[in-house]
């Protein structure tokens, strides 16, 4: 079975720090773009960063800019992401989800068309005192 488990959420205080792992099964992760999302409750799912297949590409939206970072273990058939200086508004489900692209430097923060072809079901992530 193809699938992609999240881990490493839970309760942190503002300006605390977490590390999501997005670890796959069924398939190896070195062909495939991975981005992560998050969805807030009452909002719609935003990414907020993403790695190319190479890992030689990463982009992150505005709000992660500086706090975010993303790395990859392709030996580990892992991806994470590194939150620093957490913020009550980080709140959310966050989501990994891979991208099977030949291209081993880009990756894209949005799910155009169906882009992203595997998904994992989240881990929360609260920030708060």
């Known amino acids: 079975q193809l699938q992609l488990v999240e881990s490493g959420g839970g309760l942190v205080q503002p300006g605390g720090s977490l590390r999501l792992s997005c670890a796959a099964s069924?398939?190896?992760?070195?062909?495939?773009?991975i981005g992560w999302f998050r969805q807030a409750p009452g909002k719609e799912r935003e990414g907020v960063s993403c790695?190319?297949?190479?890992?030689?590409?990463?982009k992150y939206a505005d709000s992660g800019k500086g706090r975010f970072t993303v790395s990859r273990d392709n030996a580990k058939n892992t991806v994470y992401l590194q939150i620093n200086n957490m913020k009550p508004e980080d709140t959310a489900v966050y989501y990994c989800?891979?991208?099977?692209?030949?291209?081993?430097?880009?990756?894209?923060?949005?799910?155009?068309?169906?882009?992203?072809?595997?998904w994992g079901q989240g881990t929360q992530v609260t920030v708060s005192s």
């Open positions: 989800a891979a991208d099977w692209t030949p291209s081993p430097t880009m990756c894209m923060l949005i799910d155009d068309k169906g882009r992203y072809d595997y």
């Open positions: 069924g398939f190896t992760l070195d062909g495939y773009a």
């Open positions: 790695i190319s297949r190479g890992g030689f590409y990463a």
